[in-house]
């Protein structure tokens, strides 16, 4: 038990970097993880057998690195004497790591696949999620996700597409998808669907550390940066956001001195950079936004008729239902809670969000702040009925018991 458990860790944090290597080593997703879960087995039977070696992700990348040499030679024999003679299980060079994981992020970009094929394939590859999870996650059947992964797989071999960053003349085709996949890999890191923890650190700093290497791949492009205040500014409050039990802490009840001061400081000048050159878009917009709450000393000190006015303008960017969601419950804090009940009312009249555990959660707290406390324990009742995460039905069993008492 305690072997399967330490290789759970080392899966989930070197598993996709390892990945990512086998994938440019073979230019073929499904034979690097092949490859990668041929390793893994072996692990179980080598490690029991002799020991965890002292550097096991090392170890694991060795043998997958054969197994993966050992098919290719298999399936595709050299073309010349000295193709593949290079000792091929020598460990990549820090610098081909880092280009690894973002040619495989561009990969998982590729216009010819679909919006839902680029984020299943980017959290299956890059965020290490299991099919189930990544199901959770689109709140679709696992079946359907499954589908979904096979046929993007299929494509990129099919259409032979090839694992590298584009030349520059394209990559402004592929930027919006590339920072969407990014954005996503942090939004599951920071609300978990699956995981038993609410965040999942290492999904968090995967996609910071993604974020950065774009921003250097594209220095012109704003959003870019906007994307990667908005991530440092909104981690920031990490450290305050779980209790030690893992239960979730809101924003207005967080200690913020236990934010991280040097975090925010950075995601503010890199805001400050975005803003600086003149092409606004939505992710330095929710930056802004992230920026105001963090300036806050106290959450009764939050700049919420600023807040409201930058939802006004994020809505133009992104019309969505949640982004609509948010922008209601900013404008009742800063102008009217009857007003905000009204906006959301005909959210809900259009059908939307009709499973989404946050619409009634966010009823119930506008109700619980005009002091209409059943109605709002009847929408506590409403969202428990939709929320899905342990913390979140914790967090919202509290607020109904206070409801009650």
Known sequence: MLLARLLEDIVRNDGRLVLAGLVRLTGDLDAAEDALQEAYARALVAWRRDGVPRTPAAWLNTVARRVAIDRLRRERPPATPDELAVDPIEPPEPHEIEDDRLRLLFVCCHPSLSPEA??????????????????????????????????????????????????REKLQERVDAVLSVVYLIFNEGYASTGAPSLVRPDLVLEAVRLARLVVALLPEVAEARGLLALMLITDARRPARLTDEGDLVPLDEQDRARWDRAMIEEGTARLAEALGMRSPGPYQTQAAIAALHDAAPTPADTDWEQIAALYGALLRWTPTPVVELNAAVAYGLATSLEGALARIWRIEQRG??????????????????????????????????????????????????????
Do not use: N, S
């Open 118 to 167: 680029r984020c299943a394939l980017a959290l299956r590859t890059l965020g290490g999620l299991t099919t189930r999870e990544i199901a959770r996650a689109f709140l679709e059947p696992e079946a359907t996700t499954a589908q979904r992964l096979v046929r993007a797989k299929k494509k990129i071999r099919d259409a032979r597409i090839p694992y590298e960053v584009p030349p």
């Open 352 to 405: 939307d969000l009709a499973t989404y555990h946050l619409l009634p959660a966010a009823k119930a707290d506008l109700l619980r702040r005009l002091g209409r406390i059943e109605e709002a324990a009847d929408m506590y009742r409403a969202a428990l009925a939709l929320a899905g995460h342990p913390a979140e039905r914790r967090y919202l069993e509290r607020r109904l018991a206070a409801c009650l008492t």
